[in-house]
């Protein structure tokens, strides 16, 4: 049956209404209708649905019930990073964060900064196709999350279609999923009425409920979010400043903490702080600190990012909450370094909402400086709000019965002798490659995707293959036959090929790659791309001395003393010569110093076609050149894919040359 004209108008009408009242509600606690006519207007909509289905789209309010569920989430490579911010536990940090930019700027006066309470969620990317919410993303590592768009879908606060005419082609928003404190104490209360799970906290629950492959589930948690920034964006200029910004996001319909503020100085962001701490525990949702950021966009651009953090912008997290309880055993972990950490068995405690019962110890030299002994009671905090740690023992409280903590002699996991360098204040097994303890996190930390990339080898396989006797270092890997891997569990034949393929493919690397792979104490991919852009081949490396390794840039007498240790190292010695016999080899690398891209700055921007732009950035950097995250008039090259955004007009507006696919590829093959 076709329905009419009038239907259709009736339809878009009522869906207009609906998300007003929706808006109104959940964004603006301000609404202007009872519950009972708002659920009125929804069974209104959902029955002319009912009745004519050719009328339902995606952006209907019928649509956030959620359907069936996923066999699991797929990945969604985030065109500009989800970047992580520097943390601030005082307000001197604070201070010092101010004076590092003012620095930096060559600035005596004030900077504008933008005030945000700092959600403990979880961060989100919306993307937005022509006004209509077409791909929602997790975090993930910063540059690859998981596609949540159906779970998102479910959140009443966020807009299915943005309200207004000025509508960027393609907008792309970040923000903070989370729980407030009355949705979780009505969940909890619904769990253990029904025999269900309870969760610790709210973000815990927020991210647990993000992350059903049942959207239905989703649908059924009280989730909300609130909007802080932008990702990709194009067809239109992005507001001069970040507070412009969020006023632009609340015109489009999304949902923006009312507590953020303008501080016209970094004295009144302190101010601000300490007026949020004291109304925190009043707020209807949970926080762990503020986020100030610079407000200027131009600024920011000025200052760039270091790591994966930006320097316009840092977190002031507040003190962590501290509770007593009793050290009932101390265990030592051995990391994938050999390093022996001893961690507190504690009587069971809650800490802000979470339940602890083990806490880091740290090393042997805090444990002496802590006068911490077994059996003592002891002050515990969440540093930063997050990882559990042991603050302070209680000595008027200690037993009699109190046993002193001890280094031990052996390798809990392998029995190996136990060494401690002078100076040093870590313990270290001296098992080497030939620990279980270290071998394991040395085979998962070879095969990660910044390392040698082995897809399929997950952590629980590697331990599968360890366990079950198939390898013993990362060199066994090339060396797995079809027949063994067939016998493990869950691994079928394809499975098991999928796995030799993987490794086939991965013995195709390149020199950085190779010795971040390696694991050596300290190297991490930064200083791995310095060593091979420095001496092009593995064989120099092999014979650096100290003097000869801190000549290279950020390479201090430190990591130069663990560089030459470990390849002296007979063992590591023999499973190189392993690998290599293996069939990993890299191209050759072209030194920087001879590159005619040396100290240029390039900026990748939308897709590329015939290589990921983790493998673009390696082969500029390779040749001397520097990628960086954002245009600016320091900017040499902006490389466009397919569907580039912000970054390209930018590039044209300041002069900056840009190539496409075709001409950065010949550019490569010319070198």
């Not at 009280?222 to 006023?247: H, M, W």
């Not at 926080?287 to 840092?314: C, H, M, T």
Request: some cysteine; glycine content about 6%.
């Amino acid at each position: 049956m076709k329905p009419t004209e009038e239907l259709i108008a009736r339809v878009e009408k009522l869906r207009a209404e609906i998300e007003k009242h929706n808006y109104l509600y959940h964004s603006l606690d301000d609404p202007m209708i009872k519950d009972d006519e708002f659920d009125k207007l929804l069974s209104e909509l959902g029955a002319i649905e009912q009745k004519y289905p050719q009328l339902i789209t995606t952006d209907s309010p019928t649509q956030r019930v959620g359907s069936a569920p996923l066999k699991q989430f797929s990945q969604v490579r985030h065109d500009v990073p989800m970047l992580s911010l520097e943390n601030a536990f005082d307000d001197e940090d604070v201070l010092a964060f101010d004076k590092r930019i003012k620095d930096r700027l060559s600035l005596t006066k004030n900077i504008e900064y933008v005030c945000e309470p700092k959600l403990d969620g979880l961060a989100v990317s919306l993307r937005y196709e022509n006004g209509e919410l077409v791909q929602a993303a997790t975090r993930g590592d910063g540059e690859t999350g998981e596609d949540v768009t159906e779970n998102i879908r479910t959140i009443k606060m966020v807009p299915l279609r943005l309200k207004g005419h000025d509508l960027p082609r393609i907008l792309e928003v970040r923000g903070e999923v989370y729980m407030s404190k009355s949705g979780f104490t009505r969940l909890n209360a619904r769990g253990l009425a029904h025999g269900e799970k309870v969760f610790a906290n709210p973000r815990n629950a927020a991210a647990g409920s993000l992350r059903q492959l049942d959207s239905r589930i989703t649908a059924a948690r009280p989730l909300s979010i609130f909007c802080y920034g932008l990702g990709t964006v194009s067809d239109q200029a992005v507001p001069d400043t970040q507070f412009e910004i969020l006023s632009t996001l609340r015109k489009w319909g999304f949902n923006v903490n009312h507590e953020t503020t303008l501080a016209k100085s970094i004295e009144e962001c302190v101010d601000f702080y300490h007026k949020i701490g004291a109304k925190r525990i009043q707020l209807p949702y949970e926080i762990d600190g503020v986020v100030y950021k610079v407000n200027s966009r131009k600024l920011q651009e000025k200052l760039g990012f270091v790591s994966r953090a930006p320097r316009w912008a840092i977190a002031h997290k507040f003190p962590a909450e501290q509770v007593k309880t009793i050290i009932e055993a101390v265990e030592f972990q051995v990391g994938r370094t050999g390093a022996l950490t001893p961690v507190a068995r504690l009587r069971a405690v809650s800490v802000g909402g979470v339940v602890v019962k083990n806490a880091t110890l740290h090393n042997m030299d805090e444990v002496r400086r802590k006068d911490v002994f077994v059996g003592d009671t002891v002050i515990i905090q969440r540093a930063g709000d997050v990882i559990p740690e042991v603050v302070s023992s209680i000595k008027n409280l200690r037993p009699h019965d109190a046993q002193k903590i001890i280094l031990p002699k052996k390798c809990p996991v392998c029995h190996s002798a136990v060494e401690q360098i002078e100076g040093e204040s870590v313990a270290r097994c001296s098992g080497g490659l030939f620990c279980p303890a270290q071998r394991k996190e040395m085979i998962k930390h070879f095969a990660s995707r910044r390392a040698m990339d082995i897809e399929g080898l997950g952590d629980k396989l590697v331990e599968q293959l360890i366990d079950s006797g198939n390898i013993e270092t990362v060199a066994d890997l090339y060396f797995l036959k079809l027949s063994q891997l067939e016998n493990l569990e869950r691994m079928a034949e394809k499975s098991a090929q999928n796995l030799l393929d993987a490794l086939e493919k991965s013995k195709k690397t390149t020199l950085a790659r190779f010795l971040y792979a390696l694991g050596i104490r300290e190297v991490g991919e930064a200083t791995a791309k310095s060593l091979a852009n420095h001496y092009a081949d593995l064989k120099p490396i092999f014979s650096a001395t100290d003097e000869s390794l801190q000549k290279i840039n950020d390479i201090g007498p430190v990591v130069a003393k663990h560089i030459v240790a470990f390849f002296k190292e007979p063992h590591n010695d023999k499973v190189i010569d392993q690998l290599l016999k293996a069939g990993i080899h890299w191209p050759a690398v072209v030194k920087s110093a001879h590159s005619p891209l040396t100290g240029k700055t390039f900026v990748l921007t939308g897709t590329l076609r015939t290589m990921t732009r983790d493998e673009a950035k390696e082969k500029l950097e390779q040749l001397g050149a520097k990628v960086a995250g954002s245009v600016s008039a320091k900017t040499s090259i902006v490389v466009a894919g397919e569907d580039a955004g912000s970054k390209l007009t930018k590039a044209e507006a300041l002069g900056v040359e840009v190539m496409d696919e075709n001409k950065f590829q010949q550019l490569l093959h010319s070198l």
